[in-house]
């Protein structure tokens, strides 16, 4: 009988440390589960990586010197500060228009997706852009870089450029930011069209007081998107 006791106390002894072992663990798998759950949800709610600044249905005119400069109309703007890099994203697509000393558009771009970094003085845009000039040249890509500080827009995609009478294609583009000294690198084909109008084109002679100001959002962003000269 003593035997038979001392096996049980031995058996008895076994299962509580197995038995605290594997709650040990248990709260070990757990905690660290909430940990990694819980790094998520920082990571998810940091401020970094949340705007400063929302507006939807935003549009603005840009005036410099008296003049109009530039009309920006967006379905969502959001500015972000990221580590030190200020930029304006448009995730839902950007129509920027410019105009002349007459008050006529000399240039216009619009695209499904933009963004400005504003230290640097850069927009890009992608998916769907389409620039336009005054004679209503039209450029059409998936990639386009404006650089205001060296006064030019470019591109190293591929490209399709239409005119009245013919349509281009190649890989990359430069030209100034008006589009009226343009440049196609490694073209790959020409088109000769017999028409007097492309279906392509766009009008742009739309005096800039048509053009409706109004900002729809109470919240002032005049200047995150400040692409004045």
């Known amino acids: ?47 970094e990586d949340l705007p400063i600044v929302y507006a939807e249905n935003y549009k603005s005119t840009f ?19 990221t580590d030190g890099q200020p930029f304006v994203e448009f995730p839902k697509g950007v129509i920027l228009d410019k105009f002349d000393n007459k008050k006529q558009i000399i240039s216009s771009i619009s ?41 030019k827009i470019y591109s190293d995609k591929f490209v399709k450029f239409v005119r009245d009478d013919k349509i281009i294609y190649g890989n990359g583009f430069e030209s100034d930011q008006d589009m009226g000294n343009w440049r196609i690198n490694q073209v790959k084909g020409t088109i000769y069209v017999d028409v007097e109008e492309t279906t392509e084109k766009k009008n742009l002679n739309v005096p800039a007081e048509n ?6 959002t109470p919240i002032q962003i005049q200047k995150p998107v400040n692409i004045q000269k």
């Not at 005036?63 to 500060?81: C, H, K, M, T, W």
């Open 1 to 47: 009988m003593k035997l038979q006791k001392s096996g049980i106390k031995t058996w008895t002894k076994n299962i509580k440390k197995y038995f605290i072992a594997a709650l040990v663990l248990g709260a070990a798998i757990l905690f660290w589960g909430c940990e990694n759950d819980l790094e998520k949800i920082k990571a998810f709610s940091s401020p």
């Open 63 to 81: 005036i410099d010197s008296g003049q109009v400069r530039n009309y920006l109309e967006a379905p969502v703007l959001q500015q972000f500060e």
């Open 111 to 151: 695209a499904d997706y933009a963004k400005q970094f504003t230290k640097e003085k850069r927009w890009e845009a992608k998916n769907n852009v389409v620039a336009v000039n005054s004679e209503g040249d039209t450029l059409k890509t998936e990639h386009l870089i404006w650089d205001e500080k060296a006064g």
């Open 211 to 216: 053009k409706n100001p109004q900002q729809n």
